[in-house]
């Protein structure tokens, strides 16, 4: 079995000491004679497996007690529209910053519900290749909550700074940094993210909401898309994805192996900038986005040379350097650095990008 270097925006690699751990427990999980994919959720197996992921997310991330962490289903794209039916009603309106794909995605599904002010729009030429200065918007009165995307997957760009917003909750789409680097929680009133980048398998979303934010959902919200009810039901108001769960909890182990946060921080930013230099010193590559705004996770590129772009996958998939084509609105290249991305694996793609520049650049 040979495994490669997958640079896949999501679902992206797991730490391959997860996935052999699961494959180990996969028929048998700790004496219990079944695979946790079987366990009823409201057992005590499997209730310890989801209490002892909580407890290490809180650790790693450093949730306050007054914030809960739910484990939801539907995906990121489900909170496009849960958080304005949860949060909008207090004055019907809110904020949002538009700097890219997922943030304009945010935007569409919100506008159902209430009144939606875009407060700053990054699109230049049809390209968003930076995030706003942090003076460079202002916070409506009546906004009952201001949303972002911290990182934006497709482009690549991301805010170096948390918005200040005041007394007005912020609200983030983390899918794509969190658990990067240390953050602080405290600042936010909501953080969501699908799981299939830095957190587990795709099926689980996580939502870490201060709990004063739940309790007032516009008239006609389904139970399940209300957060009191999974808020009151521990996540577990139906089943839950529990494979998915269990995952996670053991990514979340694997990080804190890891140093943390703040030792996957270190090792985040050190990959990065391998990758970012190597394409500043090359006039064959080329990154469009504003340096300061440059993404830690997803690295998009462009030949100078378009025409051989499939060639350059072909010679990086030989090489065991997989799903690097870049998303079909941007072009070119992507490399998803996600925290299960080893450091080898982004030294294996300088060297290639440096090889391959030599014989058709
Ligand atoms: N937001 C961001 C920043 C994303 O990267 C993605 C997925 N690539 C989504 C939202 C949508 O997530 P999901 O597929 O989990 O709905």
């Given at each position: 079995?040979?495994?490669?270097?997958?640079?896949?925006?999501?679902?992206?690699?797991?730490?391959?000491?997860?996935?052999?751990?699961?494959?180990?427990?996969?028929?048998?999980?700790?004496?219990?004679?079944?695979s946790v994919m079987e366990m009823s959720h409201r057992g005590k197996e499997f209730m310890s497996i989801a209490t002892e992921a909580e407890v290490d997310l809180r650790e790693l991330m450093g949730i306050p007690d007054n914030y809960k962490v739910l484990f939801l289903q539907g995906g990121a794209s489900s909170q496009f529209a849960m958080i304005p039916m949860n949060l909008i009603g207090r004055t019907g309106e809110a904020d949002y910053l538009r700097t890219g794909s997922w943030s304009k995605k945010a935007i569409a599904e919100a506008r159902r519900f209430g009144e939606?002010?875009?407060?700053?729009?990054?699109?230049?030429?049809?390209?968003?290749?930076?995030?706003?200065?942090?003076?460079g918007f202002s916070v409506s009165a009546e906004a009952a909550y201001v949303h972002y995307t911290p990182n934006e997957t497709i482009e690549g760009v991301e805010f170096p700074y948390i918005p200040d917003t005041g007394e007005v909750p912020l609200?983030?789409?983390?899918?794509?940094?969190i658990l990067s680097r240390p953050l602080d929680v405290s600042r936010y009133g909501l953080i969501y993210a699908g799981a299939q980048k830095n957190i587990g398998p795709a099926g689980l979303t996580i939502v870490i909401v201060r709990d004063d934010l739940i309790g007032g959902p516009l008239d006609g919200t389904p139970a399940m898309f209300n957060y009191a009810t999974h808020a009151d039901a521990g996540s577990m108001y139906n089943t839950p994805p529990t494979y998915g769960w269990y995952l996670a909890g053991m990514v979340f182990k694997w990080l804190k192996a890891k140093g943390g946060l703040a030792g996957m921080s270190e090792i985040n930013q050190r990959k990065a900038a391998k990758l970012y230099d190597a394409i500043d010193a090359s006039s064959f590559y080329a990154n469009p986005v504003a340096t300061a705004c440059r993404s830690w996770m997803n690295v998009p590129f462009t030949l100078a040379d378009a025409s051989l772009d499939a060639e350059f996958l072909r010679q990086a998939g030989?090489?065991?350097?997989?799903?690097?084509?870049?998303?079909?609105?941007?072009?070119?290249?992507?490399?998803s650095i996600y925290?299960?991305?080893?450091?080898?694996?982004?030294?294996?793609?300088?060297?290639?990008?440096?090889?391959?520049?030599?014989?058709?650049?």
């Open positions: 079995m040979a495994r490669v270097y997958n640079f896949s925006a999501g679902p992206a690699a797991l730490p391959e000491e997860v996935l052999r751990q699961a494959q180990g427990e996969m028929l048998d999980w700790h004496g219990s004679g079944m939606i002010t875009v407060s700053v729009d990054s699109e230049q030429d049809g390209k968003f290749t930076s995030a706003p200065s942090a003076d609200v983030a789409d983390m899918s794509s940094t030989e090489a065991g350097l997989k799903t690097l084509k870049g998303h079909r609105s941007v072009g070119g290249m992507r490399a925290n299960a991305m080893p450091e080898s694996g982004v030294d294996a793609l300088v060297e290639f990008m440096i090889e391959f520049e030599r014989k058709h650049g």
